[in-house]
């Protein structure tokens, strides 16, 4: 006797597929090459390497003259491990050949600009040819099934669109799978739950706090997510605490998947989520060359070791960029997945090599932090970090919001609790933090990208 | 006989006691009697209200930290030695005071390590202890009598 089928487009029967190891029910959506075996994803990947480094050499002066400083020619690249050989790409050669002075293509084969959306620093600008646009769409397509959207589905978009390419990357990889968008785009969180219920959205993309806000402001309207059409959740535009992503799907009835990108590379659709490895993500490696390097040497780690992730688009048009260094610190494996995929997973990318704080002379990651809040039950996975200078010595200033429950009569309790936060955090992070309680709402909810360092000290 | 008393979480900045102020009288809730204590980021503002479930719910509807706790409300007579009195029978029984404030002149909140057995005690004492509807009360009769005047 065969067991129930389960459908995945029936609120939970992703998460059921899931937890009953049924991926078979989940689609994917170009087996061929997600689940190809590995020898042969590696011999796309030579080819395209090839061709890559060579249209770069012809194309583009910087890379031209970069590489023939170094002495290498395209010829050179014979195996995967020769892109060694290759120049790194870091932001600043992007900002400083701004605007178009890495595109290998006129302005009138590219069919769309976008820039990053300038957290850390000036933005940074790149144009897709058709050709691009379609390895966008495709990428996308592939992740958002990964959590189970079929065509039919109804996606609400709640990133802005604009420059940024997280809001328009998605839609056009939405339609080409068959889905239906709704632009909504950000802000306006009553009217997008009204839209939800007024068009029967089956899907939402969000940032993971802008979703977690979108829950509250529904729970507070006296919204029942568990009787909502809404089934999805796709998050990107910044990490996704784990913690934080089984609250909403916890609280929405809703699955959860985020993915990963980058706009110099090409913005979402380089890694996504599935369902068997929930803190990893499938690199789209037809598309990407992946590389884990020591940030500090720039050589290779060893399998599977954490590193900072250097990426290579393969046969992109607009923008061919070599070996492209993220800052974004992961290991990457390549053992075949649950969910049928061979295409190799990555950490999910919880910190960078560049937002490491540096407290009295310990490093410490906000990672770190939020994963300790996370294990508090009293606090929700809100947090803000103000580090300072106080009388000569760095100060690591942590506020985290009460949970109403969490709250007693007693300010002595409040206290106990506040140390028993302290001395979690110091023991994890080996600094001790003065922590402040936070009134529940009252840190600050992004749209965007949340904003969660504020470091004070003079630079 | 106890009061019930409305205690929320509230950071210490510009505001913030205002905030809950606003939801109460939104919600048509009177504060008889209040205390505002602070760590210096924080603080817990306590509330005796002429209407404590109302008072709650509309904290809670704003998502609020806030619970109802039980205290006891004493009315002293106004002369040299009462509230020493009261203290003193409370701490010959090893019932600590945790806070107090003074609501109405002579009407005074404790909140004690135990307060059901501080309520027997102080039961047997010359001390009045007053309920939540004295408290209503006393609210009318003096609107009345101002109104005489």
């Known amino acids: 006797m065969s067991a129930p089928a389960i459908n995945v487009t029936e609120k939970g029967g992703a998460l059921r597929a899931a937890a009953e190891g049924r991926f078979d029910a989940l689609p994917i959506y170009k087996p061929d090459i997600e689940c190809a075996p590995r020898e042969q994803i590696e011999a796309v990947q030579l080819a395209k390497l090839k061709d890559t480094v060579a249209y770069a050499y012809e194309r583009v002066p910087y890379y031209r003259a970069k590489m023939d400083e170094m002495g290498v020619a395209p010829a050179d690249i014979q195996t995967l491990a020769d892109v060694r050989k290759l120049p790194f790409t870091d932001k600043a050669v992007l900002r400083d050949t701004f605007p178009f002075g890495l595109f290998a293509v006129p302005l009138d084969e590219i069919r769309e600009l976008h820039s990053s959306s300038g957290t850390t620093g000036k933005p940074v600008v790149v144009g897709y040819t058709d050709d691009d646009m379609d390895i966008w769409s495709e990428c996308i397509a592939r992740l958002v099934q990964m959590a189970g959207v079929v065509p039919g589905d109804r996606a609400q978009m709640a990133f802005g669109y604009g420059m940024f390419t997280g809001g328009f990357g998605l839609h056009y990889g939405l339609q080409r799978l068959g889905c239906a968008m709704i632009p909504a785009g950000s802000g306006n969180t009553e009217r997008h739950i009204q839209m939800i219920e007024d068009y029967g959205t089956t899907v939402l993309v969000a940032t993971p706090s802008y979703a977690m806000h979108i829950c509250e402001v529904g729970e507070k309207m006296g919204y029942d997510w568990e009787a909502s059409p809404l089934r999805v959740g796709l998050f990107g535009g910044e990490p996704c605490p784990p913690g934080l992503k089984a609250e909403i799907e916890r609280r929405m009835h809703i699955v959860c998947t985020d993915n990963y990108g980058l706009t110099e590379v090409m913005g979402p659709g380089v890694s996504g989520e599935c369902l068997a490895e929930r803190f990893q993500q499938h690199i789209a490696e037809d598309h990407f060359l992946w590389e884990v390097i020591d940030p500090e040497t720039g050589e290779p780690v060893g399998e599977g070791e954490m590193g900072e992730l250097v990426l290579t688009p393969l046969g992109k048009q607009g923008i061919p960029v070599l070996r492209y260094r993220t800052h974004d610190l992961t290991a990457v494996h390549t053992e075949p997945c649950a969910c049928g995929r061979t295409l190799a997973r990555m950490d999910k990318v919880r910190s960078r090599s560049d937002d490491m704080l540096i407290i009295r002379g310990t490093n410490v990651f906000p990672s770190q932090i939020e994963d300790v809040l996370t294990g508090i039950d009293e606090v929700t996975p809100h947090y803000h970090i103000i580090v300072r200078t106080n009388r000569g010595m760095d100060e690591l200033i942590v506020e985290t919001e009460l949970r109403p429950e969490a709250f007693s009569d007693s300010m002595a309790s409040m206290e106990a609790l506040r140390g028993k936060i302290a001395e979690k955090l110091k023991s994890t992070l080996l600094v001790a933090p003065t922590v402040r309680l936070v009134e529940p709402g009252g840190i600050e909810r992004a749209i965007g990208k949340a904003k969660h360092v504020d470091d004070q000290r003079a630079k | ?149």
């Open chain 2, 1 to 149: 006989m106890t009061v019930s008393q409305i205690s929320v979480f509230a950071n210490s900045k510009p505001g913030h006691m205002g905030r809950v102020l606003d939801l109460f009288e939104a919600a048509g809730v009177s504060v008889r009697g209040f205390s505002a204590a602070d760590t210096g980021e924080y603080g817990i503002l306590r509330f005796v209200v002429d209407k404590p479930e109302a008072a709650l719910a509309a904290l809670q509807e704003a998502g609020c930290a806030c619970v109802i706790t039980p205290v006891l409300c004493l009315k002293l007579e106004d002369t040299p030695g009462e509230l020493s009195r009261v203290m003193g029978v409370l701490a010959r029984c090893d019932i600590n005071v945790v806070y107090s404030y003074s609501m109405i002149s002579t009407y005074i909140v404790l909140s004690t390590t135990d307060t059901k057995r501080a309520f027997e005690l102080l039961s047997g004492e010359p001390v009045v202890m007053i309920s939540q509807d004295d408290i209503a009360r006393f609210v009318a009769d003096r609107s009345e009598k101002e109104a005489v005047k």
